[in-house]
């Protein structure tokens, strides 16, 4: 049996759609369930960020989640499929009143995204501080708590509606399926069996 972690909110809503549409079969998990066990395969539902811990350590064979989150979490999966859902960026944020200005002497920049944002401040060799915050992202920058923010834009509405505006694109994210490298070697007919019916179904919607 493949054990397949999908996170909670759309992009794991979207995942079941593929495997509908492979199975022809409705894929729901019942109310407050976290496991549901369709057609030899047992989904687990846990948190977005959480999806690639139980896939590395072999919770999970494989799992569904955001290429943000791969590449701020930095565990050693296998990548195996972008599958072109869930789409969105990763920027940098600023006040509308302000220009963005990487020149001050000490930059304040507030984020989730710890990894992402030291990584792109450290390729242009531009010294920041960074401010870990869990939510309400857009706050700082408008109390001067930070110059700026990096946070995920799907649309921008929420930085707009906070006096905010997306002024500098990091990178863009979309929903990957991705393997644990035990899994990998051990269900690998299995495991790529499965890719290839994702992407027949993805090639045709």
């Not at 494989?62 to 979490?73: A, R, T, Y």
């Not at 789409?87 to 000490?106: E, Q, T």
């Amino acid at each position: 049996m493949l054990v397949v972690a999908l996170p909670k909110g759309r992009i794991g809503d979207d995942s079941l759609k593929l495997f509908e549409k492979i199975y022809a079969k409705e894929f729901v998990f019942g109310p407050r369930k976290l496991i549901l066990e369709e057609e030899g395969l047992r989904f687990l539902r846990v948190r977005n960020q959480d999806v690639p811990t139980y896939v590395y350590h072999q919770a999970a064979d494989i799992g569904i989640v955001g290429l943000d989150v791969l590449e701020e979490k930095r565990v050693d999966l296998v990548r195996l499929l972008d599958l072109g859902f869930g789409k969105c960026s990763i920027s940098i944020g600023i006040r509308n009143d302000r220009d963005l200005d990487f020149n001050k002497p000490h930059l304040k920049v507030a984020t989730k995204m710890e990894n992402i944002t030291r990584d792109f401040f450290s390729k242009k060799a531009i010294p920041v501080e960074i401010i870990k915050l869990y939510g309400s992202i857009e706050l700082a920058p408008l109390v001067g708590l930070a110059d700026m923010i990096v946070d995920i834009v799907e649309t921008g509405e929420t930085m707009r509606q906070n006096g905010l505006r997306p002024a500098l694109e990091i990178m863009q994210s979309s929903a990957y399926l991705v393997a644990n490298k035990n899994s990998f070697y051990d269900k690998k007919e299995e495991i790529l069996g499965l890719r290839e019916r994702i992407k027949e179904v993805i090639g045709g919607a």
